[in-house]
Structure formats: C-alpha cells, structure tokens
C-alpha cells in the first residue's frame, strides 16, 4: 500500500555539510539514497507522486521559535550575525578557540547560511505532522534537532524543530496533547529542558545510558542539575550491551507512556534515529549497538503502538551517520509499504 505512505523531502534543509566548510560525513546525503533506493523498487517507482512530498512548504518564523526558544537567543540566530550559535551548535571550535571540522576556504556559503537550513528542517518537520494529521502517517527525511535547548544548542541542533513544530500545531488549535517518542541513540536533552513542566506534551527518551551527552559532571558550575539531565516523562537509559532488552524496555516505556497520560495524544513525533545501529558510523553512539534486526523491530514496535491505537504519528529521520545509514530508514519504509 505505498499509496498510503507520505514521505518528506525538503532539499533546502538537506544541503550537505561540505559546502559550509564543515568536514563531518562523506557519506553523501541520506535522503536523496533513500529515494533513490525507494525508486529502484517497482511499486515505489510507479506512484511517485502518491508518496513523495516535496512542497510547499509552511512558512516558520520569530515567533514559532519563540514557543521553545529564549527571545535573545531566537534573535541572535535569526540576525546578521548568527555565527557564535552556528558554531555553539555545530561544534565547530575546540575548548582553546581554534577551528574544528571547520575549513571556511572550503566553504562554498557563508556558515549563516545554516539558518536557512535549520529553518527548513523546521518546515519540514513541521509538514510531516500536517501530513500525519491528514493521512495517520508521515516520514519526514530529516528533522530531529533534540539536543537544542532554550538557549543552548550543541549535537548539530541549532533551534528544536520537534518542540517548534508541536507547539505550531497547538497555537493554530490543529493539536492539543502531543507525544515525542525519541529513539535516536543520544539522550534528547534539550527537548527535556524546554519541556520541563508542560503537561501537554510528553517526551519519551530511550538512549544510551553513558556517553554523549551524558558524559559531563552531575551539576553544573552554579550547583544546579546539568541541563542534559533534564528528566523527561519516560527516561530510558540503555546500560552497554543492554541490547538484548531494548525492545522490552522500549515497549514497556511506551505503556508507561500511555498510562502518564491522563487523556491520549493527538499526534505522536517519532524522532528515530538510526545511530543506536551497530553498524552506524558516529563514533560517540557506540555504546549502543543494535542489529538491523533489531533497529526494524525497534521502528515497528513504536509504529504498531501508535497505529493499533489510532494515533497520528510523524516520523523523523534525526541522527544517523556513514555510508550505509540510509539503510535503516529504508528498510522500514519498504516493510510499511
Ligand atoms: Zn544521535
């Protein structure tokens, strides 16, 4: 039934990182692998239109940002000169000021331009959930920008399009109580921060117990709990060679989930990223290493919650790193389709 699936292309906020100056993946660009790979296939290939979308685009702006984000912080980024965030976020300096993974006589575009990349990732994000309210299901090629906080960012997540999009949604009356189911093999801290004491939007997180980002003292310089450990609604931390029960942790999550909520969700994010897969190329995500086995059967456990119970869910494809991670997008789609 490919006629069902909706599948999300922004190419604006798909623009790799090498024409910044920034040297972090060779890998080419996921989504365009995945499409490809998904033409390949004859029933794909012949209803392209059914399941691609690829605009318009809504339009997201100061105040969308405004919903998550600190004023100052949202008009730094959005000023002439975005440059200290874009390289708060990306990493781009070591803890002495000099450049890392950062060549600007490489760059074909000024790093500001990453505003208008982060900003459609946002758009893109935020399209997925339309689509999902529209037909239960959409998969959105990128997004997943959770380690962005209320005004830090680190992780490569300049704004948090998950919490943007969520609370667009609730502004415009489409949503009133939202779920964010996050996968990805990094615990979503700065969806945690932002969300700290709104009841309306509940925010599972289940990564690697150690490691990035958690890998910091307890409290911060001012004594208070270091913003990364935020707690979030259900907080599942995977001990190394856990593997064997993520899924049982992972389903019984989801139930805690459910049972939390006082009244079901409108719409579910699934922020899945494919780094927890062993095989994934990020070094700070080897802690947790599922199989190809398992990474299909932790994204079917989560879509078969979500549709036995008649949630809308958009997915985001989020972190996922090296030449073969276009395959645990794609083999969840094809076992959708
Ligand atoms: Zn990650």
Redesign the pocket.
């Known amino acids: 039934m490919v006629r069902k699936l909706k599948i999300v292309n922004h190419p604006e906020g798909d623009r790799p990182f090498s024409e910044y100056g920034i040297g972090v993946s060779k890998a080419g660009s996921r989504a365009s692998r995945v499409i490809r790979a998904l033409l390949a296939r004859k029933e794909f290939a012949k209803s392209r239109r059914q399941w691609l979308y690829d605009g318009p685009w809504p339009q997201v702006g100061r105040e969308d940002l405004l919903r998550a984000h600190d004023a100052a912080f949202v008009d730094e980024f959005l000023s002439d000169a975005p440059e200290r965030i874009l390289v708060q976020a990306y990493e781009l300096e070591d803890e002495a000021g000099n450049p890392r993974r950062f060549d600007p006589d490489k760059a074909e575009r000024p790093l500001r331009d990453l505003v208008p990349r982060a900003m459609a990732q946002t758009e893109g994000t935020l399209q997925a959930c339309n689509l999902a309210l529209a037909a239960g299901f959409a998969y959105y090629l990128g997004g997943?920008m959770?380690?962005a906080g209320r005004a830090q960012c680190w992780?490569f997540c300049p704004v948090n399009d998950v919490v943007v999009a969520a609370r667009r949604l609730q502004a415009e009356g489409a949503v009133r109580r939202v779920w964010i189911v996050d996968t990805?093999?990094?615990r979503s801290d700065g969806s945690a921060e932002i969300l700290l004491g709104d009841p309306t939007i509940l925010n599972l997180s289940i990564?690697m117990a150690a490691g990035w980002p958690l890998d910091g003292p307890l409290f911060d310089a001012d004594g208070r709990l270091a913003r990364c450990r935020y707690p979030t609604t259900v907080d599942i931390p995977i001990q190394e060679g856990g593997e064997e029960m993520y899924c049982e942790a992972l389903s019984r999550g989801l139930a805690l989930l459910e049972t939390l909520s006082l009244q079901p969700p409108d719409l579910a994010v699934v922020v899945a990223?494919g780094?927890p897969w062993e095989q994934d190329g990020?070094e700070?995500?080897k802690l947790l290493r599922l199989t190809q086995e398992q990474m299909l059967a932790r994204d079917l456990l989560v879509y078969d919650f979500l549709s036995d119970r008649g949630i809308p869910q958009a997915w985001l494809m989020?972190?996922?790193y090296g030449a073969e991670s276009w395959k645990i997008p794609y083999q969840f789609l094809t076992a959708l389709a």
């Open positions: 997943g959770h380690h992780g990805d093999a990094h990564h990223g780094d990020l700070s995500s989020a972190g996922g």
